[in-house]
C-alpha cells in the first residue's frame, strides 16, 4: 500500500461512506515499520475528509430556507459545549454527525480545524502505536 492509497482511504472514511482507515494505516506501519508519516498522512486525508463534510453541510444551511428545529436543538447542543466536542469526530457514524453539525452551525472553521485534527491525530497515534509496538 502505498501513502497515496492511505491519504485516500483516510479522506474517504472521513465522509458518510462506510470505510475504517484504521486498517489502512497499520497495514502501511506494518509494511514500513514506521509510523510518524503514515499516520502524519492519514490524519491529513482524513481532516481533509471531514473539511469537506463540514463544508457541504453549511453550503447546504446557507441555501435552505430555514433550519430544522432538529438542526436548531443539534446545534445549540454543539454552541453549548463548543468545538472541542469536535475531539470526538474520530468515532464512527457520531463523529460524522458533529462535523456535519459543527458546518450547520457555521462553526469558524480554525477551532473546527484544530479540534478535529487533535481527535483524528489522537486516534491515528494510538493505532499506528500499537501496531508498531505489536508488528501487526
Known sequence: MTLIVLFLWAFAAATILPLSSEVPLA???ARTGHWHVPVAV??????LGAATTYGLAR?????APEPSPRV?????????????????????????VLVALAG???MPLAPFLL????????????????SWQLEI
Open 42 to 47: 492519514a490524519t491529513v486525508g482524513n481532516v
Open 104 to 106: 450547520a452551525a457555521r
Open 115 to 130: 479540534w478535529t485534527t487533535i481527535g483524528k491525530a489522537a486516534r491515528y497515534v494510538a493505532v499506528a502505536y500499537v
Open 59 to 63: 453550503l447546504a444551511v446557507t441555501r
Open 72 to 96: 436548531a436543538r443539534a446545534a445549540a447542543l454543539l454552541a453549548r459545549y463548543g468545538s472541542p466536542v469536535l475531539l470526538l469526530s474520530w468515532v464512527p457514524l457520531i463523529g460524522d
Open 27 to 29: 497495514v502501511e506501519v
